[in-house]
């Protein structure tokens, strides 16, 4: 096979021009658009099981989408209820909506396709959030406090406790013997989070509380710390490892109005209003990272992660996006993995195209999965692929010493 034979004096220039080196540039995990599916207006909840997304749907009750195929969402069945579904909370054949004026709605959802409307009881409040814990549902009701409801019977749920506040309760976790509740003041403006005992379900009990500036609603828990979405205060971290003395340890001010989050080990996903989702390193919660921050061109209310897949309510519909984590570890430039890109990688670059004989150790599948192997170090210009115009742009980078390499955004250096 005939080699490339460069022209000894642009083979100069470039040795001239091969002190020049550009620092590495590194890309975390990041979020991937999927697929959307349209709703009626009002998307306020989602969450999902088996391959089903449950989404709560504002006046027209809960729908159920079919998701196996995250690129391809479809619709199954639905089930209006009696008042505005806010929240869904999925414990065995049962879907538990937090369902606005008309309290707490239970529905049977073994047959997907055709969900059927099975009881409800009046939450003396409005109905924002439930969660389910053995035979009982335990539902934050605004100003009617924490409704306790015994379940055994979904067709007859029973009132067996009440936890009164002063404030409107939106938000609430269990975390074994506890609840954490989210409560709002007017006057001032500011919010709680509160810490109530429910060993008894009959009689809750408070234990403590923290003040959370500019309200709170949204919050989930890992571990020791706890995680609130204050509106637009951002993001609120607390340490509970004594509930009856809970601190705050870290914060992060959001782009748009946190509404509702999800802690997935070490990272945190925000529901943040018209600025969409956030997604943050929480590995050590006194200081999160934002590892990315999506537009999604809505009104995000609410976020569910299910392994590597995001669900999101997002207003007028369902939004599936993947965390996708580079599976290729290099250096934007550096073809001959020297640890920089210099005129070697110019040279070396310029001699592989035209012979076609790459080296094998240099190349990455992209994207992940596909069995495309190819040089995506020396994609330069952003063209998901290795030509002569990356040469040129490469080249033109070393002689003027201007940074701006972008590599392919489907695999991005690790």
């Known amino acids: 096979m005939k080699r490339f034979q460069m022209n000894p004096g642009l083979a100069i220039l470039l ?37 089903l997304a449950y989404i709560a749907n504002d006046t027209y009750g809960i729908q159920i989408l079919e998701i ?11 089930c209006d209820t009696p008042g505005f579904a806010r929240n869904i909370f999925i414990s065995g054949d049962y879907a538990y909506v937090a369902d606005g004026d008309a309290g ?26 439930v969660n389910i814990a053995g035979q009982y549902a335990y539902v934050a009701c605004g100003y009617s406090g924490m409704r306790i409801f015994d379940v055994a019977d979904p067709a007859n749920p029973v009132l067996v406790g009440i936890y009164v506040s002063s404030g409107y309760l939106m938000g609430l976790h269990l975390n074994g013997n506890y609840a954490y509740v989210t409560a709002n003041f007017i006057e001032p403006d500011f919010g709680e989070l509160q810490v109530i005992d429910i060993i008894d379900p009959a009689n809750p009990a408070w234990i403590s509380s923290v003040n959370i500036d500019g309200g709170a609603y949204g919050i989930d828990i890992a571990g020791n710390s706890a995680y609130v979405a204050a509106f637009t205060y951002g993001l609120r971290i607390f340490d509970i490892s004594f509930p009856e003395s809970p601190g705050e340890i870290g914060s992060y001010d959001t782009p748009g109005s946190a509404k509702r989050l999800f802690a997935d ?36 209310s609410d976020v569910w992660v299910a392994g590597v897949y995001v669900y ?23 073809y001959n993995g020297s640890g920089s890109f210099n005129v070697a990688d110019i040279v070396d670059g ?15 599948e992209c994207p992940p999965g596909s069995g495309d192997l190819w040089a995506v170090a020396m994609d330069v210009n952003n063209s998901c692929g290795f030509n002569v115009a990356d040469i040129i742009t490469g080249f033109s980078n070393l002689k003027t010493g201007a940074p701006v390499l972008f590599p392919c955004e489907l695999c991005p250096p690790g």
């Not at 599936?320 to 550096?334: E, L, R």
């Not at 310029?350 to 990455?364: E, I």
């Open 15 to 51: 040795a001239i021009l091969g002190i020049l080196a550009l620092p590495a540039v590194i890309f975390a995990q990041h979020l991937e658009f999927m697929s959307s599916y349209a709703l009626p207006e009002g998307v306020f909840g989602v969450v999902t099981q088996d391959n």
């Open 68 to 78: 196996s195929d995250p690129y391809n969402p479809s619709g199954l069945g639905s």
């Open 104 to 129: 707490l709605t239970i529905i049977n959802i073994v047959d997907p396709n055709a969900p059927v409307l099975v009881g409800n009881i009046s939450a003396e409040g409005t109905a924002l959030t």
């Open 265 to 300: 080990g070490t990272r945190l996903f925000i529901a943040d209003g018209l600025s969409g989702v956030e997604m943050l390193d929480v590995a050590d919660p006194g200081n999160p990272n934002v590892l990315d921050m999506v537009d999604t061109n809505g009104d995000c």
């Open 312 to 334: 999101l309510a997002d207003n007028y519909s369902l939004k599936i996006y993947q965390v996708v984590t580079p599976s290729c570890t290099y250096q934007i430039g550096d």
């Open 350 to 364: 310029f001699s592989k195209l035209k012979t076609g004989l790459p080296n094998p150790a240099l190349l990455c």
